[in-house]
């Protein structure tokens, strides 16, 4: 559940902005191999000091740590250390969204129940880097209905070429809340609504999804992002 003794500043009769989607960099602690070619990633680390850092005095109240696609050997590892960061009460970390697999049906529920017992809110499988397969396969949907059963969330990571992908998972798991993250990663810079417009209206319909707009002025060409590029989206 949420460490919610981050979510209300009583000295100012307010609640603070919950940051939902914060990742770190640890390097002594997890590989990250896909930052190799992202030049103001591929060396440095980003640790929880190097965030409050950033974002002193900007009203956040708390932030919830999204896991970092780490190379696949250390996906436990991440959790159980940053799990270890949000035991420090003034961390700032009131969740967790852990790495899972689904694909894979041994060791699945160990996982599971072991992240339950640390407190985890929810779960992502990074889905826009495997093949799309791997998400209808059946013991991939019975793991994430299992997801939903523990009542937590699964976030999706899609592509716009994949958000039929997105909803067929929607509707085989429609028991578990999915979060849909970056918007299905819209093509901003190339003006392409279409059809990831449609796409995304189709997913609006389901009970079960939630879209995140993490991330959107990403996707925007080099000196334009602006409320006024990403309002079509």
């Known amino acids: 559940m949420l460490r919610k003794k ?50 002193e005095g900007l009203g956040i109240g708390g932030t919830m740590f999204m896991e970092t696609g780490v190379d696949d050997p250390d996906y436990q590892k991440e959790t159980r250390f940053v799990s270890s960061l949000a035991d420090d009460s003034d961390s700032g970390l009131c969740g967790l969204i852990a790495s899972i697999r ?3 049906d041994e060791g699945f529920e ?18 826009h880097v495997v093949p799309d397969e791997m998400s209808q396969s059946d013991i991939f949907r019975t793991n ?19 958000l039929p992908v997105a909803l067929e998972l929607a509707q085989a798991c429609d028991n578990t809340s999915l979060v849909l993250n970056h918007c299905g990663v819209p093509n901003i810079a190339g003006d392409e609504l279409d059809p990831w417009r449609k796409d995304i209206e189709a997913l609006a319909q389901m009970p079960n999804v939630i879209c995140k707009l993490s991330g959107l002025m990403a996707y925007c060409a080099p000196g334009t992002s602006s409320l006024e590029k990403i309002q079509p989206y």
């Open 6 to 55: 981050h979510l209300y500043d009583k000295e100012n009769n307010m609640i603070p902005l919950l940051d939902t989607h914060m990742h770190l960099v640890y390097r002594d602690k997890a590989s990250y191999g896909w930052t190799k070619d992202i030049p103001p990633l591929a060396e440095d680390n980003f640790k929880l000091e190097d965030y409050n850092t950033l974002t």
């Open 110 to 127: 160990t996982w599971l129940n072991e992240t339950i017992e640390m407190g985890v809110v929810g779960y992502r499988r990074i889905l």
């Open 102 to 104: 689904p694909e894979n």
């Open 144 to 162: 994430v209905r299992k997801i939903g059963t523990s009542e937590k969330s699964f976030d999706i990571c899609f592509l716009p070429k994949q």
